[in-house]
């Protein structure tokens, strides 16, 4: 097209007569004036925050809350928590106790240190009146009389091991460890008691609630890096949901910096901000349905490409949501999103517009006086390289957080098809670093990871709670301690979830169980064998009948040379011990009488052997059985106490009524020939119907005493647990 000059001036004339105008030169600059300002407010509110004003600008907001209860006398009660089953949760003479901790992200958000985080998701009152808590009380007060009654009969049973063992069993220190921290919660328990019948006494009194907000911010890196505490008071929060809080001073801390948030209304984003645009997330006509379920859950929010690496607190509440510039546009807190606009208005709560700038205003002034130099550029300070925030999904399983290469890589939650979540690190794809996992049972398991699996960490169950070694079947294996909810305790080895090998427990109303495990089961107690021992023998036919041929007894150089495979793995030096006291059986059932009981009776007294009779029980009545056994048996005046033997399988038992008949069979027996004898019998069984045992004899007759494992062939059993026997209560003499 050919140009033509003469037009072109004739345009510009005219361009130029029409500005001369007063109305539209004006206008015209008010429209540029405008315009400018616009952008500039764009600038200032969209402006690319950079990599490292987002990385000093994370820290962690803890909240330390507790509850006193003011007692007649001058004493104090804690609790942190009122359940809604009446109960005191924490319940505690000491605050450090009682206290209950509440850790989430936290993100400075103006230049006068005011930051936004969540909210703890349990709401406590700032005052509970006498009224409300007087029935917590009253249960309470049952419920430590419970506790303590078990702990007290804990520390019984672990007192009387010390009595009956010395420091050369194995075991011993676990449970003398085990015995003084027992101690400290009888004494805890008592004094928690005793406040609460003066609570109850006066008619209760009122409960307040203290709470103290310290704002941890580490600074630098790998090793330099150091953890700096601020305190802080909060301005506004929604309960359950996120919070304002504001850090000592009026200004940001040292090494700090603040993110940008978003002011528009949730309905403007997808005009106004980059994140939002009609095509982006939301944009398009039909993403509403998208839009509502992607708020239904964290994990399913898409994320753009050139987020920030955030040092994320692990397992913490207050998850952020960034913009492709890394602005702040809202964060996720109890499983909910609250969008940029709905926090830039919590923040505003406490005071008004103008108010809340004009403290940004000095505190930017002042910090740039003092040298301090605020990031307004959006350059990026680390390597491209750096984990970006997305979604990752891989057969069924939803991924949240930190990606390098399409895979998990530094932080991130993972959801799996079974309803199971893992919230902790990641190293190419798999499960590396601390990192919690809970199960769709409601199991949570938390430790280092390594190679996809927990090696070593803490499963909170509703049981109680196990700490030591793991398989990779999340199976207790190895080295661990169990706590039980009622107090029980356990500490030893493990294998694919149950206790096996050597361990110790204790519980409420039980024994102490120190010894060799297997299958879940207690075994027997694993001694140390050594020559500053007492050991005895049981003898019957089988010591002298040996394939078809007759053997006497050596009495004059009776020792004991062999304890077994599995005992003499445990024997300090040789063994070659002598024997102390012998056993020789007398009868079984009602037929049965041993052919060398008279001989061996004479030769053991002969030798000078404490010597006493046993009898093996049977199906048959337990009263034809004392009287058989009474009329057989040579009882003499200084002989070992009468034993029965009961080692029955579990067919027979089950024939003869079940272990309560067997019980109740048992009992009669050992009664019969208290009375008779004039002393008090003991019995010996397996260990793990000896323990199954004990509840009935507890509990019925409490004169009885047990040995714990069988006496069969030539074994070592314990002179201290005879004669505890023996002295707890002492009989008359022998009939002669």
């Given at each position: 097209?050919?140009?033509?000059?003469?037009?072109?001036?004739?345009?510009?004339e005219?361009?130029?007569?029409?500005l001369?105008l007063?109305?539209v030169?004006?206008?015209c600059?008010?429209?540029w004036?405008?315009?400018?300002?616009?952008?500039?407010?764009?600038?200032?509110?969209?402006?690319?925050t950079?990599?490292?004003?987002?990385?000093?600008?994370v820290?962690?907001a803890v909240?330390v809350s507790w509850?006193?209860l003011?007692?007649?006398?001058g004493?104090?009660?804690?609790?942190n928590v009122l359940?809604?089953d009446s109960?005191?949760?924490g319940?505690?003479?000491?605050r450090e106790?009682?206290?209950?901790?509440?850790?989430a992200?936290a993100?400075?958000?103006s230049?006068s240190?005011?930051?936004?985080?969540?909210?703890d998701?349990?709401?406590r009152?700032?005052?509970?009146n006498?009224?409300?808590l007087?029935p917590?009380?009253?249960?309470?007060?049952?419920?430590?009389s419970?506790r303590l009654?078990?702990f007290r009969?804990?520390?019984?049973e672990m007192e009387?091991?010390?009595?009956?063992?010395?420091?050369?069993?194995?075991?011993?220190?676990?449970?003398m460890?085990h015995?003084?921290w027992?101690k400290?919660?009888?004494?805890?328990l008592a004094r928690?008691k005793?406040?609460?019948d003066?609570?109850?006494?006066a008619?209760g009194?009122d409960?307040?609630l203290?709470?103290e907000r310290t704002?941890?911010?580490?600074?630098?890196a790998?090793?330099g890096?150091n953890e700096?505490s601020v305190a802080c008071?909060?301005?506004?929060?929604r309960?359950?949901?996120p919070?304002?809080?504001?850090?000592?001073g009026?200004?940001?801390?040292d090494?700090?910096?603040r993110f940008?948030l978003?002011?528009f209304?949730?309905?403007?984003f997808h005009v106004l901000?980059?994140y939002?645009?009609?095509w982006g997330h939301w944009?398009w006509?039909?993403a509403?349905?998208r839009?509502?379920?992607?708020?239904?859950s964290?994990?399913?929010?898409r994320?753009k490409?050139?987020?920030?690496?955030?040092?994320?607190?692990q397992g913490a509440?207050?998850?952020?949501?960034?913009g492709?510039w890394?602005?702040?546009n809202?964060m996720?807190?109890?499983?909910?999103?609250?969008?940029?606009?709905g926090l830039y208005?919590?923040?505003?709560?406490?005071?008004?517009w103008p108010e809340?700038?004009?403290?940004?205003?000095?505190?930017w002034?002042?910090?740039?006086?003092?040298?301090?130099?605020?990031?307004?550029?959006g350059?990026k300070?680390?390597s491209e390289?750096?984990?970006?925030?997305?979604?990752?999904?891989?057969?069924?399983t939803l991924f949240y957080?930190?990606?390098a290469?399409?895979?998990?890589?530094?932080?991130?939650?993972m959801r799996?098809?079974?309803?199971g979540?893992?919230?902790?690190?990641w190293?190419a794809?798999?499960?590396?670093?601390y990192g919690?996992y809970?199960?769709?049972?409601?199991r949570t398991?938390s430790?280092?990871?390594r190679g996809?699996?927990?090696?070593?960490?803490?499963?909170?169950a509703?049981?109680g709670?196990y700490?030591?070694?793991?398989n990779?079947r999340?199976e207790?294996?190895?080295?661990g301690?169990f706590?039980?909810n009622?107090g029980?305790?356990y500490?030893?080895?493990?294998?694919?979830?149950?206790?096996?090998?050597f361990?110790?427990s204790v519980?409420?109303?039980e024994?102490?169980k120190?010894?060799?495990w297997?299958?879940?089961?207690?075994?027997?107690?694993?001694?140390?064998?050594?020559?500053?021992r007492?050991?005895?023998?049981?003898i019957?036919k089988?010591?002298?009948?040996h394939?078809?041929r007759?053997?006497?007894?050596d009495?004059?150089?009776?020792r004991?040379?062999r304890?077994?495979?599995?005992?003499d793995r445990n024997a300090?030096?040789?063994?070659?011990?002598?024997v102390?006291?012998?056993?020789?059986?007398?009868t079984e059932?009602?037929t049965?009488f041993?052919?060398?009981?008279t001989?061996?009776?004479?030769?053991a007294?002969r030798?000078g052997?404490?010597v006493?009779a046993y009898?093996f029980?049977?199906?048959?009545?337990?009263?034809?059985q004392a009287?058989?056994?009474?009329?057989?048996s040579?009882?003499?005046?200084?002989?070992l106490?009468?034993?029965l033997?009961v080692?029955?399988?579990?067919r027979?038992i089950?024939?003869?009524?079940?272990r309560d008949?067997?019980f109740?069979?048992m009992?009669?027996?050992l009664?019969?020939?208290?009375r008779?004898?004039?002393t008090t019998p003991?019995?010996?069984?397996?260990p793990?119907?000896?323990?199954?045992?004990?509840?009935?004899r507890?509990g019925?007759?409490?004169?009885?005493?047990?040995?714990?494992g069988p006496?069969r062939?030539?074994?070592?059993i314990?002179?201290?647990?005879?004669?505890a026997a023996?002295?707890r209560?002492?009989?008359p003499?022998?009939?002669?």
């Open positions: 097209m050919k140009w033509n000059k003469k037009k072109f001036a004739i345009k510009r005219q361009r130029q007569a029409c001369s007063p109305g030169s004006k206008f600059k008010t429209a004036a405008a315009t400018v300002g616009i952008i500039l407010c764009g600038c200032l509110l969209f402006w690319p950079s990599e490292r004003a987002c990385r000093e600008g820290a962690e909240t509850y006193e003011g007692v007649p006398g004493d104090t009660l804690y609790f359940s809604t109960t005191l949760g319940l505690s003479t000491e106790t009682a206290q209950r901790e509440f850790r992200n993100f400075f958000i230049y240190g005011r930051l936004l985080t969540a909210a998701s349990v709401t009152p700032e005052r509970l006498r009224e409300t007087l917590a009380l009253q249960k309470e007060s049952r419920l430590v419970v009654a078990g009969r804990m520390l019984e009387y091991y010390g009595r009956t063992h010395s420091v050369v069993d194995e075991g011993f220190h676990e449970v460890a015995n003084e027992v400290a919660q009888c004494g805890e928690c005793q406040a609460l003066r609570l109850l006494a008619g009194e409960a307040y203290r709470e704002l941890r911010i580490r600074t630098g790998g090793r890096a700096v008071r909060r301005l506004a929060q309960p359950g949901g919070s304002v809080w504001q850090a000592a009026g200004k940001l801390p090494g700090c910096r940008r978003n002011p209304p949730y309905g403007w901000s980059p939002y645009t009609w944009g006509p039909g509403a349905s839009r509502k379920k992607a708020e239904a964290p994990v399913s929010i994320m490409d050139g987020c920030p690496e955030i040092p994320l607190i509440e207050g998850a952020p949501v960034f492709p890394r602005n702040l809202g996720w807190v109890g499983g909910r999103f609250y969008p940029a606009a208005a919590l923040s505003l709560s406490h005071a008004s809340c700038v004009w403290e940004d205003l000095k505190a002034v002042s910090g740039w006086r003092t040298g301090f130099r605020f990031d307004f550029t350059e300070d680390v390289t750096c984990p970006v925030y997305g979604t990752y999904t891989r057969r069924d957080g930190q990606l290469g399409s895979f998990p890589e530094g932080e991130g939650v799996y098809p079974d309803g979540v893992y919230r902790g690190s190293h794809g798999i499960r590396k670093g919690e809970t199960d769709s049972l409601g398991y430790g280092y990871w996809d699996s927990l090696r070593r960490g803490r499963l909170r509703k049981e709670t700490e030591g070694l793991f990779r999340m207790e294996h190895g080295e301690e706590t039980a009622d029980g305790y500490v030893g080895k493990w294998k694919d979830g149950r206790r096996d090998g361990g110790f519980a409420p109303h024994v102490v120190c010894g060799v297997a299958k879940g089961r207690f075994r027997g107690e694993q001694m140390l064998y050594h020559s500053e007492i050991y005895g023998i049981d019957s089988y010591q002298h009948v394939k078809r007759v053997y006497g007894i009495w004059r150089n009776l004991i040379t304890l077994g495979h599995t005992a300090l030096g040789a063994v070659d011990y002598p102390s006291f012998v056993y020789i059986k007398s059932g009602l049965v041993n052919p060398y009981y001989q061996d009776v004479r030769a007294r030798y052997f404490p006493g009898h029980f049977s199906t048959r009545p337990a009263m034809s009287d058989y056994f009474l009329k057989k040579r009882l003499q005046k200084g002989d106490p009468p034993m033997d080692e029955l399988s579990d027979r089950a024939a003869m009524g079940g008949v067997l109740r069979e009992l009669v027996w009664k019969e020939i208290g008779r004898s004039g003991i019995y010996i069984c397996e793990g119907f000896c323990q199954s045992l004990y509840a009935v507890a019925r007759v409490e004169s009885l005493s047990c040995m714990g006496l062939g030539i074994q070592a314990r002179a201290f647990a005879l004669l023996l002295a209560r002492p009989g003499r022998y009939p002669r």
